[in-house]
């Protein structure tokens, strides 16, 4: 038994064309509700890393559902969403799985991760709930439920710097400032190694408080290492924005490099179009036509960009099409599994050593890092801003990447204390 | 029946009510419930310390320090959970004794800033110093109490109603010594030192003493109800002890009103509640929680407490009765007339 793209999109935007077959067993009330739990920030700092995924969840599910539902086995399914603020904390995460899971009914939980899994680490394992984490941080030995489907954050870094060594091949000295928290450190560790692995030196790192609101100094510090490339590392939305804004206003000229540029407009809007040409980041915009390419595995991206953006205007994000890419995984799974019940749907998508991961074929990995074959890892795009407008330059091949530079990685892991063994 | 008779009777009905209602809950808001009890331990905590008329923003962070410990020294050291809990707690104490002597050298307004300087340096001491605190990602799989009763078998305490359970006798206790201890000399003491420093130190007191007491004192139970949280949930992280956290507290015990011993756990449970309540209303439920907040700050500036005589005085005012001001025939728990 195998699942292709063929099958993913079948079972996803293929949906439509179950409608006609289906709509009359609707009417006559035959079609089963699935939920599907939604766990993430929803209020508070880091509800931008949560919030706009549930939109996007909402658009996906609404568009499925029109077009019939999913059919796993032999039932037909409408999707629902059940979701819960877990106001990126451990305490509100665990009240919240419980709810999702016993009360609800979901058969799967997405998270975010980071802070509020080992919350929830513990029932999760007892009640042998599939969950997802868009951070593969949180994997581990001990988390034999948990998938990382669709971000291998931080590792997909190395694509963009990657593309950025070839294209600009004269740079040869950056800096890296972070947050210092459990997303901000292990992509350190990720551009330290993509940048030696490209030849380029790290002249400085600036580790900085989460709580930091006047980036001046910060980026006073780094400019005077004259670097050829700034690196925001995974900095949040705020914190990219304000950086940006600082280095315009200070007068940097080079390169910019950075995991994510949620709501990059604005930051044009706030310096100019020839200051951001040229920003490269790891997340695209929908409407991009490299999403058409055939190994794409989301159903129509650009209308699902189009219907998100006339739904909830201004509030695209790196999270926005994340979540309803693992909600198109898991949908393959069940069908894969012919059954909706957690653990023959990881076993399904375990079954394979590669499965259909949005930006094609990918393979669970992550035995060397997270001592788990947990998350699966395969190409991912590399974006660059062209005329304030961000586009897909190429799509990075992270499993190439890996296996030449694999020592490097782990050297700079261990080194910021990043190894799934060194966690307290 | 005066109501100093019905408090006996509304405090047994009150622990009736505490021991039946885990099984009229939900598993999730069995969840929730621990982690009230655990937040109310910390307001009635933070209101000895307000008792000296100090406010800090270092108790969340001191809570911290007792979830840390408590984590450490069952996780690394081996200790027991029921002994690495009260040690994590003298820990958080220990931390508030060496902390008053450069804390206590301000007061007001400096105080409060230099106990947020003091917070925030101990709060990024876990954050960059890996080993043993586990840095950002702090530390996780934090065990739970075992204990094993003759004829009952082991007691799964990582389930919620047997912590529940677990929780809600530490914090009863906590709440009797904290109320005992707020109604003997030394906390009359504390309450002279508040409203008439100088006079409590024209006749012999030594207010930098009785400071220092109410602080390390306090630390003991925000610590306390740090190594109850961590070893319930499992991890303990410094984003949980920020200071976004002990702006909550804050807010609690000032909505709830620091005037009676009941008020910050009066408020701590009604917003709790409420923002629970509110849960369905995703992204608008700040907006919700902040119109709350301002509507008491405006019509109850004595806090929620002062609910019930607002009430009686807008009632008698119908009935054309001359009220008095809000709260003004409300004793004040702080006189002599409470002392018992």
Known sequence: MGITRRDLLTATAGTAVLGSSVIPRIAFGETKTLKIGFLAPLTGEVSAWGLPGLYGCEVLV?????????????????????????EYLPDKALQGFKKLVSEEGAKFVMMLGGDPWPGVQRFANQSKMLATTLLPSDLSPDTPYLLAPCEVHPIYNVTGVEYLARTFPDAKRAVICAQNDSLGIP??????????????????????????????????????????????????ADFVNLIAQQLHVQGYKGLQISCTCDNYPQIVEKTSKEFMEGFIFQFPDFDDPKLNEPFINFPEPNKFFADYNAAHPGTWTAVSWEYPSIIVQWIAGAKLAGSIEPMQVLEAMKSKPSWPHIFGEAEWWGQDLWGINNALVGKWPVVVIRDGKAVIAEYGDIPAWWAKNKDLMIKHMRNRKQMWDQRA | MKPARLAVPALFALAVFMVALPFGLKLHQQDFMISLLVWVLVVS???????????????????????????????????????????????????????????????????????????????????????????PKGIKLIPSPELTLPGLGPIAF???????????????????????????????????????????????????????????????????????????????????????????????????????????????????????????????????????????????????IGLPARIRDWIEARRGVAALPAGAEEPADFSSSKRH
């Open chain 2, 45 to 135: 905590s933070y209101r000895l310390m307000a008792l000296t008329g100090e406010y800090s923003l270092v108790h969340v962070v001191l809570m911290g320090a007792g979830a840390y410990s408590s984590a450490l020294l069952a996780k690394l050291a081996g200790f027991s959970v029921w002994l690495a809990m009260p040690c994590g707690a003298l820990v958080a104490a220990g931390l508030a004794a060496v902390l008053s002597f450069p804390l206590f050298r301000m007061s007001g307004f400096y105080f409060l800033i230099g106990s947020f300087a003091a917070g925030e340096a101990i709060r990024l001491s876990w954050t960059y110093f890996t080993v043993p605190f586990g840095g």
């Open chain 2, 158 to 304: 990582y389930e919620p109603i047997p912590y529940y359970y677990l929780t809600l006798i530490v914090v009863g206790i906590s709440l009797f010594v904290l109320y005992r201890l707020e109604n003997s000399r030394v906390g009359l003491t504390m309450n002279a030192i508040h409203w008439r420093a100088p006079l409590a130190e024209s006749v012999g007191v030594d207010t930098w003493r009785y400071r220092a007491l109410a602080f390390v004192i306090a630390s003991f139970f925000a610590g306390l109800a740090g190594a109850l949280f961590c070893h319930y949930y499992g991890t303990a992280n410094p984003v949980q002890f920020d200071v976004a956290a002990m702006v909550y507290v804050l807010i609690w015990v000032i909505v709830g009103g620091v005037s009676r011993f009941s008020g910050p756990i009066v408020g701590v449970v009604v917003l709790s509640v409420l923002n629970e309540l509110f849960r369905e209303a995703e992204q608008w439920r700040p907006l919700i929680y902040g119109c709350i907040l301002i509507a008491v700050m405006l019509y109850l500036p004595d806090g929620l």
């Open chain 1, 187 to 236: 992509s350190v560790a990720t551009y330290e190694a993509a940048f030696e692995a490209a030849g380029i030196e790290v002249v400085d790192v600036n580790i900085f408080d989460p709580a930091t609101t006047d980036f001046a100094p910060l980026v006073t510090s780094l400019l005077a290492k004259k670097p050829d490339i700034f690196c925001y590392d995974t900095a949040y």
């Open chain 1, 62 to 86: 609404k568009n499925i559902n029109a077009a019939g539902g999913v059919k796993i086995g032999d039932d037909t399914y409408t999707l629902e969403l059940a979701s819960f603020d877990d």
